[in-house]
C-alpha cells in the first residue's frame, strides 16, 4: 500500500514536470508533432500524452469515462496532433494550454465544457 503511495507521488511529479517543461507554442508542437527528427516526435508525444493524461487526472478520471477517450497515449497524441492542424488560429497560444484546450473540445461532454466557460 504504501510503495502504491511512492508510485503514485512519482507519476504525478513527472506529469507536473511535463506541464512545467514550456514546449513554446502550439504552432512549435504542430512542428513536432509532424518532424522526421525522432527525438522532437518523441518530445512531442511526452509533452501531448503528459498534459492529457494530467487533465484526465485533475478531472477525477471523467475525461477516461468518455465513449470518445482513446485506448491507447498514441491515439490521444494523434488525436491532439490533429485537432492542432485544423486549429491554426491557435498556433500562437501556449503549448500546454492549446493541449488542454484541444483534450477539453475533444473528449469533455458539451455540457461539462458549456459550464467551464461560464
Known sequence: MKAAGVILVLILGLCVAALGQNEGTVGDLHTDCHSENLAKRAYAVGFVSGVALTANYMS?????????????????????????????????????????EAVNDLYLPSSAREQKRQ
Do not use: F, M, R
Not at 84 to 99: C, F, N, Q, T, Y
Open 60 to 100: 477525477k478520471g471523467t475525461l477516461e469515462k468518455q465513449p470518445l477517450w482513446p485506448k491507447t497515449k498514441g491515439q490521444i497524441v494523434d488525436a491532439v496532433c490533429k485537432y492542432i492542424d485544423l486549429h491554426p488560429e491557435k498556433w500562437a497560444e501556449e503549448a500546454s494550454l492549446g493541449v488542454l
